[in-house]
């Protein structure tokens, strides 16, 4: 198998107005890729999306985003695992280039949700519950992750007042990144006063709902060598790993046990031979702040139960022991869903390439990035190094 | 890179009424596909379907099927090319196995279509055309084909009582699959009888909406060499390609000359190391006869303007030169669309296996399976050869 590299990296703003159609953000995202890694075309086009056909009527995005990015006749195909989708069409690139099947590839993610009713988009999202025990009976992401939330405290005997480590420290990152979709600090007061839509679970626990596209282009060791002597910063993926468990909660052995992540970040660490000790930012999938607190546990930064501890004592913060949504995540960034999982992967590249300006993370030099479907039905990590 | 073997096969009978739920069809046709190659389990699942977010409110058929089927927590995830959904979730398998990322994989396509109404489930096909300038403006897939069977007329003189060679053989294969959906022959008088729905396309010029799934298990050739030991048909798929094209018609340089389909048949042969004339059989996408004759004539067993004398000589019949659509093809084995191009797969993989009953072609080595989505923006080629 050859290594696969990150070549290059492209996104739009993320946004909450429709200001750029579904053609014109894909192809902004991969033209901008294409770009940065300096190549005209590539062998495919991979594309995480989880309901344009829905709320688009746009489906097969995989050949429509490579006509509209000047990629015509390419192979090209759409993934779709839920808010999972970005990362598991970075999985299917890595692979295509790790089997010596193209020299390189584009992954990307698109998502455009902010043109259609609250209540049409929320219904949209909760397809990625399983639907005839859960979406069909009212339940919506915000309701599912409020249940996780309210066993944890329960389990833990921890109040909701102490999750809002995570939705500050994205705030403020998201101040640096001009691609976030916030731009606005958010403290504790700030937090404790935000209003309590499903139980426990406050506004600022929860991700907006947005537009996004980004895109990566990924190449084998012959293109990232070309790179690397075009002066270009090059970033290894050493691991990409996909882990799967029920999409009910119902079926869940212990709600607060994510067993597909689990399977996902193990192997991520065995294939890149590396540990929690080794990992200098995570990427980590913050649609709800109980997200962000079970997947810091499972990665093996914080014991079971004390996930909220790291992110009070500020060890997520950029300058912590380990920094966590470093431009934003998709708290402050944005959860444009396709995408999410791509943009975490550029942002994870920056740091590596010291390109994340003001945001930058001194001497990072691996980076873990995990996209999460529906309530952790679908688990996708990978781990990305420096290579100069 | 390791050579990629079909070692299992299974489906549930197409249908017109909502017999099996989703999760019952995708449960079955992966099982029976899994008891078929002797296996407890597989290391990933890949599953195509177009519009289960749209029409059943459950996306994230991955994780979901991996469930149903007591896979649960492999890497499983669910790929969109529109009606190409199927094949291109077989090609991310045929990937996953040849570049030595799993011994073993499923990769499955199920679709459920019946239960909405016609104007919806028309209007959700429709999402497989370039939205912005056909589906929107009021295009279906029934009047983009007449367009191009207008088109195909004008060109070569032709008349549209001409095409019915293909949906007559279809029909009359159909009989001996007991997984079709129609088991009724139509005879020339019929075909001619039967109204113009568009323009001069017919009703049996057009494929059924229906429901499905089926599914192949894939393995490597340590995984073939044990099935073969066990005294089971091996089948080596030995060609997986893809081309793409504008969804839109109005941007394509010639509505007649389909460029995602000369790639990906091109790319097919060269890898296989075969041409037209090595072909026993061919699985096409006939989900208008003009599909048909278009494919026919794009892998040269026919001349540009000829395809449909093909069907009427007789020549695609089981016992002619090129035998096609062996199993009914979509036309009336049935089109459940994200499954139809697994359907094809194993419909090929019975044939060279010898195991296709009554429909059973004499001493088939090498057969070739297309799948198309949209009028052509992704088409998806795989060659298959027996090894026994």
Not at 44 to 51: D, E, T
Not at 219 to 230: D, E, V
Not at 270 to 289: K, M, R
Not at 309 to 330: E, F, S
């Amino acid at each position: 198998m050859s290594d696969v590299y990150i070549i290059g990296a492209g996104q739009v703003p993320v946004t909450r107005e429709a200001v750029q159609s579904l053609r014109e953000m894909s192809a902004t995202a991969v033209t901008n890729a294409l770009k940065d890694a300096n190549v005209e075309t590539v062998g495919a086009l991979y594309i995480g999306n989880m309901i344009s056909g829905r709320l688009c009527s746009q489906n097969q995005l995989g050949a429509f985003t490579a006509m509209a990015a000047g990629l015509r006749g390419i192979e090209a195909v759409s993934v779709e695992a839920a808010c999972g989708s970005g990362a598991a069409a970075a999985r299917w690139g890595f692979m295509a280039v790790s089997g010596g099947f193209h020299d390189s590839v584009v992954v990307a993610g698109i998502e455009m949700m902010t043109h259609m009713s609250r209540e049409e988009t929320t219904t949209a999202l909760a397809t990625a519950s399983d639907w005839e025990a859960e979406g069909a009976l009212g339940e919506t992401f915000v309701s599912l992750n409020s249940k996780i939330m309210s066993a944890y405290m329960a389990k833990y005997g921890i109040s909701g007042d102490a999750f809002g480590g995570f939705p500050i420290t994205a705030h403020e990152n998201a101040c640096g990144n001009p691609n976030a979709l916030f731009h606005k600090r958010i403290d504790n007061e700030a937090y404790l006063k935000s209003a309590h839509i499903n139980g426990p679970l406050r506004l600022f626990d929860a991700s907006p709902i947005c537009n996004g596209s980004a895109a990566l282009v990924l190449g084998n060791r012959k293109m990232a060598l070309a790179a690397q002597r075009a002066g270009k910063p090059v970033v290894q993926i050493t691991a990409s790993a996909m882990g799967t468990d029920s999409l009910g909660l119902r079926e869940r052995h212990d709600q607060l046990v994510l067993e597909g992540m689990r399977r996902s970040v193990q192997a991520a660490y065995t294939q890149a031979g590396v540990g929690p000790d080794d990992i200098d930012l995570f990427e980590l999938h913050d649609a709800y702040s109980i997200m962000a607190t079970l997947s810091v546990e499972m990665a093996g930064f914080a014991e079971p139960g004390k996930g909220t501890w790291l992110a009070r004592d500020g060890d997520i913060r950029r300058d912590g022991r380990i920094p966590i949504c470093t431009m934003g995540g998709l708290k402050a960034r944005g959860h444009p869903v396709g995408a999410s999982g791509i943009y975490q992967m550029v942002e994870a590249y920056h740091q590596l390439a010291e390109r994340a300006g003001e945001n930058q993370i001194a001497n990072a030099r691996i980076a873990m990035a995990q996209n999460i479907g529906g309530t952790g039905a679908t688990v996708v990590t990978h781990i990305l190094e420096r290579t100069h």
